[in-house]
């Protein structure tokens, strides 16, 4: 609304003459209703958008990877997502072998960078429900291993994302945080018992209109109910190892891993929200939308 709120109410009131009755008072009142509903419009503008209308979700599914469905899947090949990479990705390093995905990470001269790196997306995008990804890691100062949503501009909607990132120089920790309108959010460090690199873990988010939970193994490890730190635009789920030389306070100071670092994953799932879970692991199993 571009008129100020008290201006164009004071307006409203004034031109109802005193003495029209009840017809008169009623204007009055929805006009009050009416400014009201623009003015919160204004402050919140995405959270008024989010409460008339659902998010549009692509439907559930499990891919355990017994082969590489490439109507699903987008192999991002032959850029970089900017200056703080040290890498191009490269399809090249995509690879699936024995029901289990690799994403790898070496040094091979691509473009103007000294390494490729590998990364894939789905092709649609999906909302509220549980989110979850049985992956392994390897290790390296400087990478980062990932499992996360995310939409953005060049989807022509707002940066939103919610994120596992496991900085592989320390892989006993992952990283959870969210992305809203381009702002972090809610980042913190868990413990992966056993460490992401020594075996399979299990990664999972449940994304609800009201709140967003992440789970580790099973295991609750972070909770927001803050509806500014809530996204709420459907996203494409993403897997990517990626290294850079310029994030050190982050990941570490680059260091050369000298041979290839894979991150390989098992399985990954979608389940929306009310549907029933889809296999006897799954964290949709174990959890409900009120626990």
């Not at 691509?110 to 990364?119: I, N, S, Y």
């Not at 972070?222 to 996204?231: A, G, K, S, Y």
């Not at 891993?257 to 389940?271: C, L």
Request: proline share 4%.
């Amino acid at each position: 609304m571009n008129a100020d709120p008290s201006t164009s109410t004071m307006a409203c009131v004034s031109s109802h003459a005193p003495g029209n009755g009840l017809a008169s008072l009623l204007g009055v009142v929805g006009a009050l209703v009416a400014t009201a509903a623009a003015l919160a419009a204004s402050l919140h503008p995405a959270h008024a958008q989010a409460a008339q209308q659902e998010l549009q979700s692509a439907p559930s599914f499990v891919d355990n990877f017994s082969n590489f469905d490439r109507s699903r899947w987008f192999v991002s090949d032959g850029w970089s997502n900017g200056a703080h990479q040290n890498c191009i990705w490269s399809k090249e390093l995509v690879r699936l072998s024995d029901g289990v995905l690799s994403l790898g990470f070496e040094k091979r001269k691509l473009k103007d960078r000294e390494f490729a790196c590998a990364e894939i997306q789905t092709k649609q995008r999906y909302g509220y429900g549980v989110y979850e990804a049985r992956m392994k890691t390897g290790t390296g100062s400087g990478l980062n291993a990932a499992f996360f949503s995310y939409i953005g501009p060049q989807d022509k909607q707002p940066w939103d994302e919610i994120d596992f990132e496991v900085l592989t120089k320390d892989p006993s920790k992952v990283q959870v945080n969210s992305y809203i309108q381009g702002k972090p959010k809610n980042g913190k460090l868990v413990d992966v018992e056993g460490g992401a690199d020594k075996g399979f873990n299990d990664y999972g988010f449940v994304w609800e209109k009201d709140r967003l939970r992440w789970y580790v193994n099973g295991k609750l490890v972070h909770e927001v109910t803050n509806p500014d730190e809530l996204p709420t635009h459907s996203q494409k789920i993403f897997f990517s190892l990626w290294g850079s030389d310029k994030l050190t306070n982050w990941m570490g100071a680059f260091v050369d891993p000298g041979s290839k670092v894979t991150m390989e994953v098992k399985r990954v799932a979608f389940t929306a929200l009310g549907q029933p879970c889809q296999f006897p692991e799954s964290l949709a199993c174990s959890i409900s939308n009120s626990n």
